[in-house]
């Protein structure tokens, strides 16, 4: 029925959009309604868009049943539209099935720029900060610690335990408390969220583009879905700040996002309504943090494994600075360049959110000449980014030692989102994936087991900033 529904929707859309006026001078991009949905419907849309752009330049523009939707596929493009056009550019798109039906309309990543989402920023800079990063690497040092001894126990499940050690570092720096085991709820619920929401993250969805089929029967499965993942949602929200909080009371938790948050609230400010912004901003950082950190070691793992002489540079260039007696820290970071290029071309190579996160032009604006109508979906092909350089397929961590290729783009520089909506634990998780990688490396050397199966790297869609 859906299908059916859909279907009858896509004719009589396509019947409106070919009968109405005169379109506006919008950026080329290729026509034909079906060809469009036949494309978006592949697999790894960000390869049909970088075709796009082969075909039409850099800026596509595509109207998918009345939604406008703009394809910046290089770096100069993006970040015309995303760091100097202003707030316009600023806003998110309106997810109809994460947002209201999923009931992540009031995550940072799903918010639109305004006023709640500039207060939420700042409260993260709190914790967040160059003045307190010295506290939180203390911390993961302390997790890497154990991350070693773990892997020493249970070498065969590498990505299991880099998830909690990731996990355990962000809840202890957002919520101030630790979580023991990888089967430990918080991490379990965290992940089912992740694989419910991430493939509805990028626009597309049926729902999404005719949102008048979310009043179809409840027994659909998308609605079956949605209120699933919305009881993970609400659950996931509510019970680790309430820990949280019972421990302030008790003098137990560490200092953290949520302690530093609710100390700066001031009298004026309702405590509901401030208790809301908290707990929500708390949430977003953990699930942005570990979805993402997870992605990238899950590709450094696949490199090691395919690319042995690269991981021997590695470790011979730890070995002569860090020697064997500790695990590096933060401070060995700029002596170590080669070990810091392998994290960036990591990175690169497989770069975690190949379309970034969406944006929305909240009002008709004018962009590189062209009309960018109102609401109209701004996606960055990070993947198309990561491809401009030499020999775009080979791993070569050499290639962030001396920049000589003109093309070659840092990807710290767009991984963590642009702008006014920068990721604020960008270089938290840079910290992170340093103490991780260096740790890994200076004590095991990453191969395949006897008769496994090489496993790709995750690629995801999922919620970053």
Known sequence: MELIIFCLFIVFVVFLYHSSGKRPNTPPGPRGIFGIVLDLSRKQPWKTFARWAEEHGETVYIDVLGNSVLILNSHESILAALEK??????????LTIVGELMGLDQSLPLTNYNDRLRKQRKMTHLTFNASSNPK????KQLIV?????????????????????????????????????????????????????????FPGHPVDLLPALKYLPRWLPFHVNAAAAKSLV?????????????????????????????EAKTDDENLDYYEHMVKWAAVS??????????????AFLVAMTTFPDKQAKAQKEIDSVVGLGRLP?????????YVNSLVKECMRWHVPLPLGFPRRSDAHDIFQGFDVPAETVILPNLWQLSRECQNPEAFEPERFLSFTDPKL?????????????????????LDSLFLVVSSVLSNFTIHLAKDSVPFVPLATTGLIR
């Open 85 to 94: 056009q202003g707030t316009n550019f600023a806003h998110r798109p309106t």
């Open 136 to 139: 939180h690497n203390e911390l």
């Open 145 to 201: 610690e154990e991350l070693i001894r773990t892997l020493n126990r249970k070498p065969d499940a590498p990505m299991s335990a880099f998830r909690l050690a990731i996990g355990r570092m962000i809840v202890g720096t957002t919520y101030g408390f630790d979580i023991k085991a990888e089967n430990d709820r918080y991490i379990e619920d965290a992940e089912k969220i992740m694989e419910m929401i991430g493939p509805m993250l």
């Open 234 to 262: 609400v659950d996931m929200v509510e019970r680790p700040f309430e820990h949280a909080k019972a421990l302030m009371k008790q003098g137990l938790v560490r200092s953290a996002f949520v302690q530093n948050a609710m």
């Open 285 to 298: 950082l953990y699930e942005a943090g570990s979805d993402s950190t997870s992605a990238v070691l899950s």
């Open 329 to 337: 820290i933060i401070s060995d970071r700029e002596h170590l360049p």
């Open 409 to 429: 783009v840092d990807p710290t520089t767009y991984a963590f989102g642009f702008g006014r909506r920068l990721c604020p634990g960008k270089q938290f998780a």
